[in-house]
């Protein structure tokens, strides 16, 4: 991995906040600290009420949870990831304690954007600020997307019918059933393809 060059950092940061204009990179740039995270280093620690954004530029992560069955406490590791990504979005928008832990299982290069550090960059410009939160929520609602697809679509295949289907994911995710196609056209437009999930 090579480290982080100055020179590297507004085409980084571009490719993680697409939302952000290449003039609000280069403002947002001075208010980010550099840090090499080494392997085995904890990022953000579950229950903590930290807030600082990290933006991943490389490396591998892995995301543990502590919870409790039968009351019993247990550890589950939820997903190892690859950089480039950003993590810790949730807290800076939601003043939120941390929901997991995250530890470096490969060298990182990252730049971190603490609170007070978001704060002052809002005093000075708050367009930034404002793109920066619409950057996080996009982030957050692709997460949520591809998370909704992964359970209907591992409930689905698993399913021996679509009918079948309907009904276990009504319980595992809430109230669902069939519209009528009477209805269905009324709410949606004839060239309107919504997300496909194959059942076999």
Not at 38 to 64: H, I, M, P, W
Not at 101 to 121: G, H, Q, W
Not at 168 to 182: D, F, L, N
């Amino acid at each position: 991995m090579s480290p982080m060059t100055s020179d590297a950092i507004p085409s980084q940061l571009n490719a993680l906040l697409p939302q952000l204009s290449a003039d609000a990179v280069k403002l947002l740039i001075p208010y980010l600290t550099q840090l090499e995270a080494e392997t085995g280093r904890v990022l953000v620690k579950q229950g903590d009420s930290g807030a600082d954004v990290y933006f991943l530029l490389n490396g591998k992560f892995s995301v543990f949870e502590k919870i409790q069955i039968n009351r019993s406490d247990v550890v589950l590791n939820v997903a190892t990831f690859p950089g480039p990504g950003v993590l810790g979005e949730v807290s800076i928008m939601t003043a939120t304690e941390r929901t997991a832990t995250v530890i470096v299982v490969e060298r990182a290069d990252c730049l971190v954007l603490t609170r007070d550090k978001f704060n002052a960059l809002v005093k000075v410009n708050p367009q930034i600020g404002i793109e920066l939160l619409q950057a996080f929520g996009a982030i957050m609602y692709g997460r949520q997307v591809a998370f909704q697809n992964k359970v209907r679509g591992n409930i689905l295949r698993e399913s021996l019918s679509v009918e079948a289907g309907i009904a276990k994911m009504a319980r595992y995710t809430g109230r669902v059933s069939r519209t009528s196609p009477v209805l269905a056209q009324k709410l949606f437009s004839e060239d309107l393809k919504g997300v496909n999930y194959n059942s076999d």
